[in-house]
């Protein structure tokens, strides 16, 4: 991913968001912001003549123990869903990580998004347990809603 592909990762970012199921997060950040938070090695892009999907990964934490570990972000627009580029994305993504000695790969997905949930069981990651009412939502159909996370990880 290169700052010139900004402008279809953070529309395609507002893609997700606007379903409601995919962050807590009202807005994109700014590049600068997505920048700062996002490990440079793993910043993928699905182009094929345009971007149509994106993958990053963040740091868990500044200790250095949990250096091998990193919170994933896998983006698929909404004009290019159901036609295998998320499952291209993640591969690539685990692929990244496993070659850097990244150990474990781990996000928060809510429980409503199953294709996300599907997606991330074909590609090996394991549920390992439920945030219960672990952040109000603040924005969209759900505003004013504590919602759950199904917590996944892959161990490399």
């Known amino acids: 991913m290169l700052p010139s592909d900004w402008a279809a990762v953070e529309a395609i970012y507002a893609e997700g ?3 409601g199921n995919a962050t807590f997060e009202e807005h994109p950040p ?4 997505f ?15 345009g971007v149509r999907g994106w993958a990053a990964v963040s740091p868990t934490s500044a200790r250095e123990v949990y250096r091998g570990v990193v919170e ?3 983006y698929v ?15 690539a993504l685990v692929q990244s990580c496993e070659e850097a000695g990244v150990w474990t790969i781990q996000s928060g997905i809510f429980p409503e998004n199953e294709a ?31 919602r759950d996370v199904i917590l996944v990880e892959r161990r490399l």
């Open 35 to 49: 920048d700062a938070g996002k490990l440079p090695a793993h910043r993928l892009v699905f182009d094929d003549g």
């Open 116 to 146: 996300s949930l599907a997606l991330h069981r074909a590609h090996g990651f394991r549920e390992v347990g439920r945030r219960e009412r672990i952040a109000l939502m603040g924005y969209g159909p759900l505003a004013g809603q504590w």
């Open 77 to 91: 627009a909404a004009s290019a869903r159901g036609r295998g580029i998320g499952a291209q994305l993640l591969a």
């Open 30 to 33: 700014s590049w600068e912001s």
């Open 72 to 74: 994933h972000s896998v």
């Open 17 to 19: 968001i606007a379903t």
